[in-house]
């Protein structure tokens, strides 16, 4: 089952623009949540990543916000760069390294653009 | 580290062929997960091992997939017979209980096409 919603499923930004993506989640049990980043041939890689104790995470240009009650997060890519345009996938994972509690359950990814 | 090694990099394939991918993680990982991304599922995960042991494997999608782990180095995943259907690109990553096991290293990915 779909346990974790992302949207849009691509995204076109003007240089220097924000970019926005959204996730979703349903399983109260998560408290880990990564964003990966993937770009054409390569694997994905880990950007940011936030747990539900903090609403809020900046690292560089790259923000996560986390809303607890709507069970919703968000990526915010601040001055969107053409080098950042790349696939970004959510996750999310529940703590515990036991009976699958690390496993991490993917988002269906975003494709951003970022044109000059 | 040089990183997760996955080989091959791209792969073209006979339906009813066996296919064979391998990974090397990277030194001093204890968990190792397979993932398959296609357009339209996405990332999935396949399996799991933690200390070489399969932990779940609730992923593979049937038989003619299996996956092992014979040392902390080596991991493959195997398919036989291979289906059109079985073309994606596969994933192996690893991680680490001291930083996090949810905290993935991904390797570059083997391209499966299965004609």
């Known amino acids: 089952q779909q346990q974790v919603k992302q949207s849009p499923q691509s995204l076109i930004v003007q240089k220097g623009g924000i970019s926005i993506i959204n996730c979703a989640y349903e399983n109260t049990a998560f408290d880990y949540f990564p964003w990966y980043q993937q770009f054409p041939g390569k694997g994905p890689a880990l950007l940011i990543a936030?747990?539900?104790?903090?609403s809020e995470k900046k690292e560089g240009r790259f923000t996560i916000s986390f809303n607890k009650s709507a069970k919703q997060f968000s990526l915010h890519i601040m001055d969107s760069q053409p080098g950042d345009s790349a696939t970004y996938f959510c996750?999310?994972?529940?703590?515990?390294?036991?009976?699958?509690?690390?496993?991490?359950?993917f988002g269906t990814g975003t494709q951003l653009k970022v044109e000059l | 580290d040089a990183g997760v090694i996955q080989s091959p990099r791209h792969e073209v394939t006979e339906m009813g062929q066996e296919v064979t991918l391998r990974c090397k993680p990277i030194s001093g990982h204890d968990y190792l997960f397979w993932y398959r991304q296609t357009m339209m599922r996405g990332l999935e995960l396949l399996i799991y091992?933690?200390?070489?042991?399969?932990?779940?494997d609730s992923g593979m999608p049937e038989d003619r997939f299996s996956a092992k782990m014979p040392n902390a180095s080596f991991s493959t995943l195997k398919i036989q017979p291979s289906e059109p259907r079985d073309s994606a690109v596969y994933f192996c990553?690893?991680?680490?209980?001291?930083?996090?096991?949810?905290?993935?290293?991904f390797g570059a990915g083997s391209r499966l096409t299965v004609l």
């Open positions: 996750a999310a994972s529940m703590k515990g390294f036991t009976g699958g509690g690390n496993k991490l359950t």
């Open positions: 091992f933690n200390n070489n042991v399969p932990i779940d």
């Open positions: 990553a690893s991680s680490w209980t001291g930083s996090g096991a949810n905290v993935l290293t």
């Open positions: 936030i747990r539900p104790d903090v």
